[in-house]
């Protein structure tokens, strides 16, 4: 869109400060320095937060517990390594150059570093779920779920997003997971250190073997091991989804709000909906088929709520893969390409 006057004017005038603009005087670099020295500093102010306010829950809350009790460390490497799959199967499935170890590495990080700030919006607010049904639909829906999609996300437009290197829309997506392995990673060692904090394995004196504590703290953080092992690809799928759209975001300057709310709204449903679920239908189904073993129920649930959005990814991927091959000239039939609606749009008809 072009103001009247740019509009209809000679290409030849000046029309600065009156319809155009660019830094030309020095009142106009002042003003552009402290913009992006403001940016700057917003950014700092994050990594820096992030820092304290991990660190403090990890160091100060669960620290003695991790020193007593070192093999957590080897429980939470498998509590993830479903979840690790998950994020190299999004990388490898990426048809356009190779992202780079440092841009992944940082990402990984950052979602580490600001998954302190949906722990602590979580505990706050978390008296508002209340003891009822409704409480409990709102905590997921509208903190939980949206709280963690969006610090995972910050993850990703804070570093590797502003980087030439993330050159396609499926890079989203690839960003995305790995963020997503990253909060599951620290979201998992809370978890697992909070339930050897609690369990007898800490309280465990000085005159037992150290063998013997070692033993007791695998056998106690064992079943939350594999509980979280399971959560960790939920984390992954839900943030590969808002990546993606973080990424068509990029290429699409002029939408990029609407699209990229469409993807956290896409991730935090699917999200607030497992969390509503998972604690619902294992017992549900356990009254209609009694006798199966609460857990082998979570753990088909799980299995089948994953499944059926890692599918829905899978053909996400697939269908950017087949374009660019299509682009590059690999596809000889060009009628399969033809546009599609998306899993969650409605068909306008």
């Known amino acids: 869109m072009e103001d009247p006057v740019e509009a209809r004017a000679d290409e030849s ?55 007593d009790n ?39 990080i950052l979602a580490i570093l600001f998954a302190g700030f949906a722990a602590v919006v979580n505990s706050r607010l978390s008296a508002l779920q ?8 709102l905590y997921f829906y509208l903190i939980v779920a949206p709280g963690e999609e969006i610090v995972k996300l910050l993850a990703v437009r804070l570093y590797a997003f502003r980087d ?10 690839v960003y995305g997971a790995v963020a997503g392995l990253g909060f599951a990673t620290i979201e998992n060692l809370i978890y697992i250190a909070r339930d050897l904090q609690s ?28 509980f979280r092992s399971l959560a960790g690809p939920g984390h992954v799928i839900y943030s590969a989804f808002a990546g993606y759209y973080l990424g068509l975001a990029k290429f699409n300057r002029e939408d990029a709000v609407p699209i990229i709310l469409k993807g956290l709204i896409i991730a935090a449903f699917i999200h607030a909906t497992y969390n509503l679920l998972v604690g619902i239908v294992p017992e549900l189904v356990s009254t209609i088929v009694p006798g199966v073993p609460e857990l082998v129920l ?40 033809e546009p599609e609606m998306t899993e969650f749009d409605a068909d306008p008809e």
């Open 298 to 337: 979570f753990f088909g649930f799980v299995l089948v709520y994953i499944g059926l959005f890692f599918y829905i990814l899978y053909r996400k991927l697939e269908r950017y893969r087949r374009h660019y091959h299509a682009v590059h000239e690999d596809v000889e039939d060009p009628g399969e390409l």
């Open 164 to 173: 030439d290197r993330f050159d396609s829309v499926v890079d989203g997506a």
């Open 130 to 137: 209340g003891a009822t049904i409704v409480g409990l639909v």
């Open 70 to 108: 070192p093999i957590i460390l080897g429980l939470v490497l498998l509590s993830v390594l479903p979840a690790g799959l998950l994020a190299l199967y999004v990388y490898v499935t990426d048809v356009t150059t190779r992202e780079p170890a440092t841009l992944i590495a940082a990402t990984f």
């Open 13 to 67: 005038e000046d029309l600065y400060d009156v319809a155009s603009w660019e830094p030309r005087t020095a009142l106009d670099n002042v003003a552009v320095g402290m913009y992006r020295g403001g940016v700057r500093i917003a950014r700092w102010t994050l990594y820096i937060l992030g820092v304290v306010i991990s660190g403090l829950i990890v160091v100060v809350t669960y620290g003695a517990v991790i020193v």
């Open 199 to 226: 369990s007898s394995a800490v309280l465990t004196t000085l005159a037992v073997a150290a063998t013997a504590q070692v033993t007791d703290a695998a056998e106690a953080g064992g079943q939350i091991t594999a």
